[in-house]
């Protein structure tokens, strides 16, 4: 399985963890953004105005975004 980080968290940051996220042979990782800390990276991700909710379990922990049971660290 291939780790994956993501540099830029805004829309296409986001669509692209909601994509990694469902895709078998990759794993979300990291996420670096400049903005923001991890707790509103979290409440953008699992509200989307244009998508809609994520259907998952999205919470935080410290620096650390839970998707689904899976950590993704955030810088």
Request: hydrophobic share 40%.
């Amino acid at each position: 399985m291939a780790r994956v980080g993501i540099n830029g968290f805004g829309r296409i940051g986001r669509l692209a963890a909601r994509a990694l996220h469902n895709h078998p042979s990759l794993e979300l990782v990291h996420i670096n953004e400049l903005k923001g800390d991890a707790e509103t990276a979290a409440h953008l991700f699992e509200f989307d105005t244009v998508h809609g909710r994520y259907e998952g379990d999205v919470s935080v922990d410290g620096d650390t975004i839970i998707i689904d049971g899976s950590d993704v660290t955030y810088s």
